[in-house]
């Protein structure tokens, strides 16, 4: 026979016009079963222990009748749960599952919990495995990309200082560019001005010499 401890309050009792059990509730403890023994057998108690028994079993057996509705009674106001009332009752519970399989369930429930909780932990390193992978990857980019920059300012650098002596050069092929311009156009003046004195001996000269022919 199984033994479970529940809270009950005075007041509970007087709302509900149950009958408290008595203070030994027809169980002995081994000290009291040692005593018994030892008045049954002196000459002359058997009688009264039979009479004490009896009056036990019927109080035993209406207490069982009036508080053994159901497997476990529930304290509303007492939500923590049985035996943390001001008052303890023993029991007896023949219709609740037995010990093993309530602890085999706790075990299974307990077992999917970890097993979940480790789950979790598993994609949770993993995510961070990624975090930090990313984040190297991130910092590899942000060097290779300071880098162009620096690249990018350098021949920026570089094509600004060449762009001074081309410039120089630029000027000075126009300077040149510009006085050949003006040789050759003064050589052209000189080339027209000598063509025309050419012209103008050549007539003069067939003029004298057509004027002598004649004479």
Do not use: C
């Not at 026979?1 to 169980?27: C, H, N, V």
């Not at 159901?70 to 007492?78: G, Q």
């Not at 311009?181 to 050419?198: G, H, W």
């Amino acid at each position: 026979m199984e033994l479970i401890a529940i809270s009950s309050y005075e007041d509970e009792s007087s709302e509900d016009g149950s009958i408290e059990p008595p203070a030994r509730a027809g169980f002995f403890s081994g000290d009291d079963e040692v005593a018994s023994r030892d008045e049954s057998n002196r000459p002359g108690s058997e009688p009264e222990e039979e009479e004490k028994e009896e009056e036990e079993e019927e109080e035993e057996e209406v207490f069982e009748a009036e508080h053994l509705h159901s497997p476990v009674r529930v304290d509303p106001r007492n939500p923590l749960g049985p035996g943390l009332g001001p008052g303890i009752d023993l029991v007896r519970i023949d219709n609740m599952p037995s010990l093993s399989s309530v602890y085999t369930l706790y075990a299974e429930e307990l077992v999917r919990a970890i097993s979940q909780v480790n789950f979790m932990a598993t994609r949770l390193d993993k995510t961070e495995l990624k975090i930090v992978k990313l984040t190297s990857e991130v910092e590899t980019l942000k060097k290779k990309l300071d880098r162009q920059v620096e690249i990018s300012q350098e021949m920026t650098e570089e094509t600004g200082n060449a762009r001074g002596p081309e410039k120089t050069t630029g000027n000075k092929i126009a300077m040149l560019h510009d006085q050949l311009e003006r040789e050759r156009n003064k050589n052209d003046a000189e080339i027209l001005f000598l063509k025309e004195e050419n012209e103008k001996l050549k007539t003069a000269g067939w003029t004298s010499f057509g004027g002598r022919s004649r004479r």
